[in-house]
């Protein structure tokens, strides 16, 4: 099976840096369409940030120009660069994969989420 693991979470002040990483195994990563999302308590997931097999890269308004989404093909790795965080930003962060073609929409493989909490 499609095996997504996050790490990087963790306690961050107000307008730090975190680097959170989602590494992937089992499947042909470079074919795939890799997303961040987070849930926060009490509120829905949420899409953060997406990034085509192409590189296409999508964010949530709520996150624009302060994190971004990037991949490394040869290492199976998906990264969400955070700057300038806010307490808004607490929430679980899961990795999700998922093939997407024109024809096929495979299903959402999610990694086990990690807790990104931004307090000072």
């Known amino acids: 099976q499609v095996q997504l693991v996050e790490s990087g979470g963790g306690l961050v002040q107000p307008g730090g840096s975190l680097r959170l990483s989602c590494a992937a195994s089992?499947?042909?990563?470079?074919?795939?369409?890799m997303a961040w999302h987070r849930q926060a308590p009490g509120k829905e997931r949420e899409l953060v940030a997406s990034?085509?097999?192409?590189?296409?890269?999508n964010y949530a308004d709520s996150v624009k120009g302060r994190f971004t989404i990037s991949r490394d093909n040869a290492q199976n790795t998906v990264y969400l660069q955070m700057n300038s965080v806010k307490p808004e930003d607490t929430a679980v962060y899961y990795c999700?994969?998922?093939?997407?073609?024109?024809?096929?929409?495979?299903?959402?493989?999610w990694g086990q989420g990690t807790q990104v909490t931004v307090s000072s």
């Open positions: 999700r994969a998922q093939v997407i073609r024109t024809d096929y929409s495979g299903p959402n493989y």
């Open positions: 990034i085509t097999n192409g590189g296409i890269t």
């Open positions: 089992r499947l042909f990563f470079n074919i795939y369409t």
